[in-house]
């Protein structure tokens, strides 16, 4: 069992920047990828980045390419999500997610994730 705990979250303006953390209180994460989906009102979740257990493989959905980076702190037993030049259509619950060895270094499909933190609001107002 892994227990995840998503931080970071608030509102800010068009083009500006949060980052999201994500913190596991079992050091058995660092066997783990990680990764951040998001749900807007009325959408289904998607993904937006993963992270291999060394984070060493990152993985982005195209959305975010290039404005959004994954990292990983397996001493401190985080993930971390800096997302910067954000949009409206940013706006969202942000879950972070765990994915076990069985899925490889890069899953992205809500259902390589094993184990779901409780999520966390992200709001771009215009």
């Known amino acids: 069992q892994v227990h995840l705990v998503e931080s970071g979250g608030g509102l800010v303006q068009a083009g500006g920047s949060l980052r999201l953390s994500c913190a596991a209180s079992e050091r058995t994460f660092s066997l783990y990828a990680a990764g951040w989906f998001r749900q807007a009102p009325g959408k289904e979740r998607e993904f937006v980045a993963s992270i291999s257990w060394s984070g060493s493989t990152t993985t982005y959905a195209d959305p975010v390419q290039g404005r959004i980076t994954i990292s990983r702190d397996n001493d401190k037993n985080t993930v971390a999500l800096q997302m910067n030049s954000l949009e409206p259509e940013d706006t969202a619950v942000y879950y972070c997610?765990?994915?076990?060895?069985?899925?490889?270094?890069?899953?992205?499909?809500?259902?390589?994730?094993?184990?779901w933190g409780q999520g966390t609001q992200v709001t771009v107002s215009s």
């Open positions: 997610a765990a994915s076990s060895p069985d899925y490889g270094l890069r899953p992205s499909k809500a259902d390589e994730f094993d184990y």
